[in-house]
Antibody
Framework: QEQLVESGGGLVKPGGSLRLSCAASRFTFRDYYMSWVRQAPGKGLEWVSYISSSGTIKYYADSVKGRFTISRDNAKNSLYLQMNSLRAEDTAVYYC??????????????WGRGTTVTVSS | SYVLTQPPSVSVAPGKTARITCEGNNIGSKNLHWYQQKSGQAPVLVIDYANDRPSGIPERFTGSNSGNTATLTISGAEAGDEADYYCQVWDSSTDHVLFGGGTKLTVL
C-alpha cells in the first residue's frame, strides 16, 4: 500500500527556520503532484502548497507565500517544505499528501501521519 | 475570494441518514472532494470528484454536487462514522486548494 512518512518537525523560535521531509514509497512518486496541508491545534485543514510532478510548477497559500518553499527530489522519492520566518500561527501538524490524479492538482488520496511544528519562544 | 461553507455540526441517529452540505458560489462547476478525519488521525479521502468512492470506502458514502451546494450523504450511519468531514476544491482562478471549515458528525 502507498505510504508517506513525514519528518523534521519540532520546536522552533519565532523567526526561525525548519525543513520538513516526506518520504514516499510503494508508488511511482515522480508521476504525481504532491501537497502539504497543515492543521493548527483544534482547527480545520489548511492547504499550504502544491508541487507538480516534475517540480517545475509550485503553488502556495497566501499565508505562506514568500516564507515557505516546496521542493522534491524524484530520485529520492522525497518531498520537502523549507519554512523560514516562522510565526506562532504556523504552529500545526503538517501533512504531506498525494494528488489522486497524476499530473495535476486534484483530491488527495494518500496522506502521511503528519509531523508537528511548534513555533514558540 | 472563493469560500466553502459547511455547518459546524450535524447529528444523526444510528442507522439513519446523515447529510453534510458544502456551499459555494456555483460549486457544481468545480471538482469537489470529501475527507473524513477521525480524532488524532490523518484525513481520509471518502469521495473524489463529487461522487466517486475510493477503494475501501463503503457504499454508504455517496456524494452529489449541483448549483451552489455539494452534499455528502452517509446512509445507515454507524458509531464509527463519527468524525470531522471536510469538503475541498481546486480554485483554478487563484491556483489554490480550498477546504471548507469542516463539519463534526455525531452519531447518537
Amino acid at each position: 500500500q502507498e505510504q508517506l512518512v513525514e519528518s523534521g518537525g519540532g520546536l522552533v523560535k519565532p523567526g526561525g527556520s525548519l525543513r520538513l521531509s516526506c518520504a514516499a514509497s510503494r508508488f511511482t512518486f515522480r508521476d504525481y503532484y504532491m501537497s502539504w496541508v497543515r492543521q493548527a491545534p483544534g482547527k480545520g485543514l489548511e492547504w499550504v502548497s502544491y508541487i507538480s510532478s516534475s517540480g517545475t510548477i509550485k503553488y502556495y497559500a497566501d499565508s505562506v507565500k514568500g516564507r515557505f518553499t516546496i521542493s522534491r527530489d524524484n530520485a529520492k522519492n522525497s518531498l520537502y517544505l523549507q519554512m523560514n520566518s516562522l510565526r506562532a500561527e504556523d504552529t500545526a501538524v503538517y501533512y504531506c499528501a498525494r494528488a489522486t490524479i497524476p499530473a495535476r492538482p486534484s483530491g488527495m488520496d494518500v496522506w502521511g501521519r503528519g509531523t508537528t511544528v511548534t513555533v514558540s519562544s | 475570494s472563493y469560500v466553502l461553507t459547511q455547518p459546524p455540526s450535524v447529528s444523526v441517529a444510528p442507522g439513519k441518514t446523515a447529510r453534510i452540505t458544502c456551499e459555494g458560489n456555483n460549486i457544481g462547476s468545480k471538482n469537489l472532494h470529501w475527507y473524513q478525519q477521525k480524532s488524532g488521525q490523518a484525513p481520509v479521502l471518502v469521495i473524489d470528484y463529487a461522487n466517486d468512492r475510493p477503494s475501501g470506502i463503503p457504499e454508504r458514502f455517496t456524494g452529489s454536487n449541483s448549483g451552489n451546494t455539494a452534499t455528502l450523504t452517509i446512509s445507515g450511519a454507524e458509531a464509527g462514522d463519527e468524525a470531522d468531514y471536510y469538503c475541498q476544491v481546486w480554485d483554478s482562478s487563484t491556483d489554490h486548494v480550498l477546504f471548507g471549515g469542516g463539519t463534526k458528525l455525531t452519531v447518537l
